[in-house]
């Protein structure tokens, strides 16, 4: 099957044959100029404006001077961070998601983290992004009286992927170094200034225009699972279940929990009803571990005991000491039955309090009772240890290669209760397991994250650039586990658009669907201008963090007793950016070798 990457791959290359055969046959107008498979789009207008706009030459120096300030900051913190990232990832090269060099791409459809319904949100940042940081440029050559020979567009087919000004270059060397590096700062103050612009539109007016709609976000059912086959999957609402309303999330879980009931009556989006037939669908395990069970596998029955609840699973675990026989039927039809020892399955941590009471340290053990109380899955042991007082002895029986132990370890202290360790696996022995079998979608946790609720106690401009920084994140929250978000966000689209309404702020009376295109251009317009802020401050030629780190090297190197002064300046502009450089391979290739 062919993918995204490779049909973008073809159309470019099919693109840059004709953009070849346009300029040899002198198709191209004379605006338009070609560099490799680049369109550069030349225009002498707009010059009056800008003479015109940098009129107050004192308030836009210190309006440069502060961006100056900011873009040295961030390239000495992204020359240490990168760095760092390297270092890291030199130390442990597990390969993830996240280093995958398509990943390094802003290209919808491309990177695993941008869909491609985030497009028209992206490209619109984008071009925003590419105007004001050019415009930047434009702007302070005109204050330093830099005389600009024209200023246009570069193109990727129809996709803007940069702009340019090409002041004159003769003028601009002869402009003293702190000119200089005001207008090569320009350009990025623009881009950090924007992205404050757009988010505080974001998290101000336009979240307080949404609210979570009432029910059960559904976020996915698990293939097999008892809501799959009752045709309820991502983008539905739970709003009643067995004839009881469902506000949230959270009644879902309890309702749940507080019927044995085999068949349940669910109530989808206010609309129809479907009934669910409740089985314990296993939708985890762990490698390697005890039990022959696998993901997708259905558990009928515990010892004999039929079982269609977790609840039911749970109690028929709870009954057996130990070891236990499941019959389980298989994803592909077949039925078996298959004996393990069911617990909170843990490895044991080397020097820590289990490990003193005699359990083999580093070794996997199943513990199945704590003081003589039965323990079902780890959450339980966790929870009873947490419970006890440090210092508190315990008798706990576990399980070791089928061979039964009782240990009496004295608990250790960890947040003002007990400490055991060990390193648990959820589940019961590595199984999670589920008799409803879908993926609830934290609408709220989401609409919070996006500034949905004010700053609280917090002061209103920590509360912006914490929240801010968190925004920045959303689109690789479940990579990063920020918030403590299962999924990824990249804006108000798709099925989840039915999680919310517009509701109680001062833009509901546009609409949901105008709000959320609202949202989204606001969204990924400050997620690409700082992006966009945060590259060319990289200390490294062409960009324009390489531009100022040679005038602020220059301009230190000047009062020093040293020659030759521009070898010097060389020297150290060769070495950060080759460290970059170097550093920036190592995080992209290393992962993909080791």
């Known amino acids: 099957m062919v993918s995204t990457l490779q049909w973008v791959l073809f159309g ?34 707009g010059r009056a404006f800008l003479n015109w706009l940098a009129g107050p030459k004192r308030f836009w120096r210190a309006w440069a001077n502060v961006g100056v300030g900011i873009a040295l900051v961030v390239m000495v913190g992204s020359f240490v961070a990168l760095v760092f990232a390297a270092f890291n990832v030199v130390q442990d090269p597990a ?58 567009l570069a193109l990727l087919a129809i996709l803007p992927v940069g702009a340019f000004v090409e002041p004159n270059e003769k003028q601009r060397r002869d402009r003293t170094r702190g000119a200089q590096t005001r207008m090569f700062a320009a350009g990025v103050t623009n881009n950090f200034a924007v992205t404050v612009v757009a988010y505080a539109l974001l998290f101000g007016p ?47 879980s309890a309702m749940l929990a507080n019927t044995t009931a085999e068949t349940v ?67 592909n039809g077949t039925v078996a039955t298959t004996e393990f020892v069911a617990g909170a399955y843990v490895r044991v941590l080397d020097g820590d309090p289990f490990a003193a009471g005699g359990a083999p340290a580093g070794e996997m053990l199943v513990v199945t009772a704590v003081d003589g109380e039965r323990v079902v899955d780890t959450r339980e042991l966790v929870r009873y240890v947490e419970n006890q007082d440090p210092g508190t002895t315990v008798s706990i029986t576990a399980y070791h290669d089928g061979a039964r132990e009782t240990y009496e370890v004295e608990l250790g202290a960890q947040d003002g209760g007990g400490f055991l360790g060990v390193q648990p696996v959820f589940g019961t022995t590595g199984l999670v397991v589920t008799d409803f079998g879908v ?24 509360w912006f650039f914490g929240t801010m920084i968190g925004t920045l994140i959303l689109p690789f929250a479940s990579a990063f586990g920020a918030f403590n978000l299962p999924l990824n966000f990249a804006g108000f689209q798709g099925s989840i658009t039915n999680f919310y309404v517009a509701s109680g702020g001062p833009l509901s009376f546009l609409g949901a669907d105008a709000v959320f295109v609202l949202a989204n251009l606001a969204f990924w317009t400050g997620w690409i201008n700082v992006q966009l ?43 950060v950016g080759v460290t970059m450089l170097v ?11 080791l």
């Not at 550093?583 to 070798?593: E, F, G, H, I, Q």
Request: charged residues 15%; glycine residues 12%.
């Open 95 to 152: 390969t993830q998601t996240v280093s995958n060099p398509k990943n390094f791409l802003v290209i919808p459809g491309v990177n695993d983290f941008l869909p491609l319904s985030a497009a028209p949100g992206i490209v619109f940042g984008l071009a925003v992004g590419l105007i004001v940081h050019e415009g930047g440029h434009g702007l302070l050559s005109r204050v330093e009286d830099i005389e600009i020979e024209s200023m246009g």
């Open 206 to 252: 336009i979240i307080a225009s949404l609210s979570v709609a009432p029910g059960a976000a559904v976020a996915g059912a698990f293939p097999g699972s008892p809501a799959a086959q009752a045709d309820i999957g991502e983008g539905d609402r739970i709003t009643a279940f067995d004839g009881a309303v469902v506000e949230s999330n959270a009644d879902v």
């Open 265 to 331: 009556e669910v109530e989808i989006d206010g609309e129809r009803t479907e009934r669910v037939e409740r089985t314990v669908l296993v939708t985890q395990t762990v490698r390697g571990g005890p039990a022959a069970v696998a993901p997708e596998d259905t558990i009928t029955a515990i010892n004999g005991t039929p079982v269609s609840t977790t609840a039911g699973f749970y109690d028929a675990v709870e009954a057996s000491p130990g070891p236990v026989n499941a019959t389980v039927e298989r994803a």
């Open 439 to 462: 993926q609830l979608y934290p609408a709220e946790n989401y609409l919070g994250a996006l500034g949905g609720g004010g700053p609280g106690d917090a002061g209103l401009v920590q």
């Open 533 to 575: 802020g945060f590259f060319n401050c990289i200390p490294a030629f062409p960009l324009d963090g390489g531009h100022i780190l040679r005038t602020s090297t220059e301009a230190i190197i000047s009062r020093l007793p040293i020659d030759p002064k521009r070898r010097h300046v060389r020297y150290v502009t060769t070495s």
């Open 12 to 45: 470019l290359a099919v693109y840059w044959l004709a953009v070849i055969y346009a300029n040899r046959n002198g198709l191209l107008p004379s605006f338009v100029g070609t560099s490799g498979p680049i369109l550069t789009l030349h225009t002498k207008r």
């Open 583 to 593: 550093c920036l391979l190592a995080m992209v290739v290393v992962p993909s070798l």
